[in-house]
């Protein structure tokens, strides 16, 4: 049973350039959900992927957008990267509404400068 | 707005002893409640959970307490280890299936003297 792998670890980009972020889904999961996680507080919801649709959505800007393949792995796109948007992204793989199997991910820590 | 909420940030016991991680919440809709244990470099780990129909839930050494008229929970870790050195998040979620999601507090770090 393989977990849930993010990719890159760490990516230092500028302020307005754009970002990709890629979290895979542990076998068996159908349903990837992404968390920011800013510096000194809790992870933050920003959205859920299930059936390679939005199935959810946090208070976040639509430059937040993200896609879910066929094998349930998910990117998450920043548009117009914003020094706030420095943070640790974390995604975690689940069976649709069990939030109890959630599998996160180690994350991936993204400065903007 | 901080809907769950952990106020200290950090506790420092000593192996062996009792250790007691505190969370308030202020949304009377959150039904569910988990623990996670976070260590550096990796994701969050879940601990533990209760539902509003109870009011302890119990797992080895570690025991959740919800006081529901309180909006105030807390997680018991007994006797504390020094691996249990890492950071606790508190996290509630109105309801369970599909479009549900978690709201966690800040974290409390955790740190267990040998």
């Known amino acids: 049973e393989t977990g849930v792998t993010q990719s890159p670890t760490h990516l230092i980009k500028t302020r307005g350039q754009q970002v990709t972020l890629r979290c895979s889904s542990q076998s068996g999961h159908n349903t990837v959900s992404w968390y920011q996680q800013a510096l000194g507080q809790g992870p933050q919801f920003i959205f859920q992927?299930?059936?390679?649709?939005?199935?959810g959505r946090g208070n976040f800007p639509p430059r937040f957008s993200g896609l879910q393949f066929p094998n349930y792995s998910s990117e998450l796109n920043v548009n117009a990267l914003e020094l706030d948007d420095s943070a640790l992204y974390l995604c975690?793989?689940?069976?649709?509404?069990?939030?109890?199997?959630?599998?996160f991910g180690s994350g991936t820590r993204l400065t903007v400068v | 707005d901080q809907q769950v909420k952990q106020n200290s940030p950090s506790l420092s016991v000593q192996e062996g002893r009792i250790s007691i991680l505190n969370c308030d919440y202020t949304?009377?809709?959150?039904?569910?409640f988990l623990w996670y244990k976070k260590y550096p470099a990796e994701g969050p780990t879940f601990l533990i959970s209760?539902?509003?129909?109870?009011d302890k839930n119990e797992d080895g050494r570690f025991t959740v307490f919800l006081n529901k008229s309180a909006k105030h929970l807390s997680l018991h870790i007994v006797p504390s280890q020094p691996g249990d050195s890492a950071v606790y998040f508190c996290?509630?979620?109105?309801?369970?299936?599909?479009?549900?999601?978690?709201?966690f507090g800040k974290g409390i770090t955790l740190s267990v003297r040998p």
């Open positions: 949304n009377s809709m959150f039904d569910y």
């Open positions: 209760i539902s509003s129909i109870k």
């Open positions: 975690a793989s689940s069976l649709v509404g069990d939030f109890y199997g959630y599998t």
């Open positions: 996290a509630a979620s109105p309801t369970t299936g599909a479009n549900s999601k978690l709201t």
């Open positions: 992927y299930y059936r390679e649709e939005e199935n």
